[in-house]
């Protein structure tokens, strides 16, 4: 027996497959403008085609998992980060005493101590920390925005209602 498949997609995800019996043609179309609405033409040989509305009913999501996800990778880079930054901050007034070069300062002085004679070798040890705190924090812009979608995508879900 020869029929006709239908696959109908959303997006790359299978949501339904038919097999028609018969000399019919099957087509599904999705109207512009309306998400998870489509129409069904089928069509028997000979004759017009009939139009049958489909509606695809997506499962609510849980986006408040999701939000809690990324608001723990968030809280674990910011926590990779915490320690660093505090060493930033910490040499932070030796770094400005050494780039004022006022050799009679007493944070040029510790400056010195801490780099060991070397101040080239202590700001490049600054200025490694601040890029290896850039590179790390790089994933943050991308968290918060994941995150904020989610938010709102959450609240479209209430109907604009947010439940406390």
Do not use: C
């Not at 998992?65 to 320690?83: D, E, H, M």
């Amino acid at each position: 027996m020869t029929g006709t498949k239908v696959t109908l997609y959303e997006g790359r995800k299978t949501i339904a497959k038919k097999k028609s019996s018969g000399n019919f043609s099957i087509k599904v179309t999705k109207p512009l403008n309306f998400k998870n609405k489509y129409h069904l033409l089928a069509t028997k040989k000979g004759y017009t085609s009939k139009k049958i509305n489909l509606k695809i009913i997506v499962k609510r999501i849980d986006y408040d998992a999701k939000i809690k996800q990324i608001t723990n990778q968030i809280k674990a880079i910011k926590n990779q980060v915490k320690p660093l930054r505090q060493q930033v901050q910490a040499m932070e007034p030796f770094i400005n005493a050494l780039e004022n070069d006022d050799p009679t300062s007493s944070d040029y002085q510790t400056a010195l101590q801490q780099a060991n004679g070397n101040a080239e070798a202590y700001e490049d040890q600054y200025n490694n920390l601040k890029a290896q705190i850039k590179a790390d924090s790089n994933p943050l812009g991308l968290l918060y925005y994941q995150r904020q979608a989610y938010i709102y995508k959450s609240m479209q879900q209430y109907n604009g209602k947010v439940q406390l």
